[in-house]
């Protein structure tokens, strides 16, 4: 196989039947037929690699992951309902009561409250650290910290984590370094080239890039995905064939999607930094971003997450929303249609204002995912909500 992306994208295919499609089939079945006893004894025993049961591997899962693993220059994976089941059975695979996490701050809505409220019921507490103080990182790692957690970028204040230090200082301490890449997807970031032990996504976001099925995946390292996939086939995550196989043939166009995402997200974010109405603009391959030198170094473009403070507080926040005709009020991302959110006055709203803070969110930010629309009917939109 190319060690070329694109090609890896739309070359990896499951074998063909007998009756020689060209594109994959989509295996609805929720269990395989064995020839005697033996066969089903030695399948079983994983004697032979074959599927027995759609809980444990199907054609469509298999192709799916198969694509993630070659992107992400990975060993092995294992395909989930959704990135959240990725991440969950991910923590819950490798972790034991008592066992210590370390994590950036800005992590993911439901990630943090994996942390907060789920994982203390085994014992499994996290200590945190802000995007930028990495430096503090070593002295938050106990003889108990078994893993080192990153998301970069960050959802929704779009700061960059420099992911070769903090692989450094996992490999020092003996930790486990998991890097949630949703954001990037594996056409931007490749975080195992950096030092990465595993790397999650939530597949709902770009790499489905139509809004449309949900999906998670964890890739890496074979010994660790062997856990995950054992905890997995006992506990049900599975990934769906149906969303798969949507998944798959989404792949096949992720290189040329992001590009036109990022091209436009970057002309979006040019445009918000010279507004008047508007204090700061984050998107990481703007020179003005405080971490555009690793972000250049990590990431191929700047993804298509633009974040901004509008001038004016939570009402000013309120009235933008208000006011957008063309782009659309909704809670998901990486949407071939582009969204926009108010964090301080709609999704974080009941959280206190310092507990915001500690995350990025002020009370003006406002978080855009650009999508692939003509970008310049994208600018008109955002110009007339912003002067209304
Ligand atoms: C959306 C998202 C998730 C969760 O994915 P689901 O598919 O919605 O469960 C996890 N991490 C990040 C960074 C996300 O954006």
């Known amino acids: 196989m190319s060690k070329n992306f694109e090609t890896k994208a739309v070359r ?32 079983f025993a994983e004697e032979k690699a074959r599927n027995l049961y759609s809980r444990f591997s199907n054609p469509n899962t298999t192709e799916f992951v198969d694509k993630i693993v070659a992107m992400e220059d990975a060993e092995a994976g294992y395909a989930f309902a959704t990135g959240m089941s990725a991440v969950f059975s991910t923590f819950a695979a490798l972790l034991n009561a008592g066992d210590h996490i370390v994590s950036s701050r800005s992590v993911f809505g439901s990630t943090h409250s994996l942390f907060t409220k789920y994982l203390p019921k085994w014992n499994i507490e996290t200590s945190y650290f802000k995007v930028n103080e990495i430096d503090k990182v070593e002295a938050l790692i106990q003889p108990n910290t078994k893993i080192l957690y990153a998301e970069s970028p960050t959802n929704p204040a779009v700061d960059v984590l420099d992911l070769e230090a903090l692989s450094d200082i996992a490999k020092k301490h003996n930790l486990l370094f998991v890097v949630d890449n949703c954001f990037a997807t594996p056409y931007l970031q490749n975080p195992i080239k950096f030092g990465a032990d595993l790397v999650i996504h939530s597949a709902t976001k770009l790499i489905d890039g139509q809004g449309r099925v949900l999906g998670g995946v964890t890739v890496g390292k074979a010994e660790l995905i062997r856990e995950i996939y054992l905890f997995s086939r006992n506990t049900g995550p599975a990934m769906s064939p149906f969303n798969a196989w949507v998944l798959s043939k989404s792949l096949e166009t992720l290189a040329v999607r992001a590009d036109r995402h990022c091209e436009n997200a970057l002309k ?43 001038k004016g507080g939570i ?48 009370d003006g930010l406002v978080r855009c995912s650009i999508g692939l629309e003509y970008v310049e009917d994208v600018i008109n939109d955002l110009n007339q909500a912003l002067e209304s």
């Open 12 to 43: 990896i295919q499951t074998e063909r039947t007998q009756f020689s499609e060209h594109s994959t089939p989509l295996y609805l079945t929720s269990s395989f037929v064995f020839d005697d006893a033996e066969d089903m004894r030695a399948s």
């Open 268 to 310: 979006v974010a040019q445009f918000l930094e010279d507004h008047d109405k508007v204090n700061f603009v984050k998107y990481p391959f703007l020179p003005s971003h405080p971490q555009y030198e690793v972000a250049k170094k990590q990431m191929r473009l700047g993804g298509n997450i633009v974040a901004f403070e509008i």
């Open 315 to 362: 009402e000013a926040g309120r009235k933008f929303l208000n006011a957008i005709k063309l782009c659309s009020l909704s809670a998901n991302l990486g949407d071939s249609r582009t969204i926009v959110t108010h964090p301080a006055s709609t999704t974080h709203s009941k959280l206190s204002e310092s507990d915001r803070l500690e995350v990025g969110i002020t």
